[in-house]
């Protein structure tokens, strides 16, 4: 009978259910090992022909970056975003390498249409429930291969490692990644499951969470 209900229950509130941000955002590929050290060498070994002569001798150029790196998470009865307030990154010229990070515990949500919960939101992310930010402080992502691959407005195919809530995984996404003599900028925006980085938490019977996670980036830099 309690199965019963709950189902019940499921199916009244999905009949409103609220549109999925994630629904349309390219879903980063998560690589399982041994896989990922194939697609690595491979992407690896294409970049290295792409570059190697004009990058013999030269030394990386560094360029750090800012901007805005922003998660949105939704209910069955709704969405948030949320924007990591304390983040960063770099690109490394010669040797194409692109890079971010994050302190979980600088979150600042839904900046348009905040209320009296909103603050009780941001404390419930930080909690264990979702990136657990005291035992966690940080989030990040360190490239190991970039590749020219135009797609979906896209300019490369970036794999390498994400971290979350203590959790690495060998991703790969669509960015686009931009140099001129002013500066460089990348840009980037892709959806992840939650479960894969150890965030279970399911919400209320009649509110769950759903499980994709949209992560938009876009820092630049200048030379």
Known sequence: MKNLALMIALLTVCVGCAKDPSKGVPKAQVIAEPAAQEVVKKNTAAKESQTEKAAA????????????????????????????????????????????????????????????????????????DFFWSEKHPKASFKSTAIVANAKGGATHQVTGDLSLRGITRKVTFLATLAADAKGVSGRTEFSINRKDFGIEYAGKADNLVRDNVVLKVSLSGTR
Do not use: N
């Open 57 to 128: 001798g030269a030394t990386p150029v560094i360029i750090e970056l800012t901007g805005k790196i922003r998660f949105i998470g939704s209910k069955v009865t709704g969405s948030h975003y949320c924007d990591l307030t304390r983040s960063g990154g770099a690109l490394t010229l010669t040797q194409a390498a692109f890079s971010f990070e994050a302190e979980t515990s600088a979150i600042h949500c839904d900046a348009d249409s905040r209320d009296d919960w909103t603050p009780k939101l941001e404390e419930h992310l930080v909690s264990e």
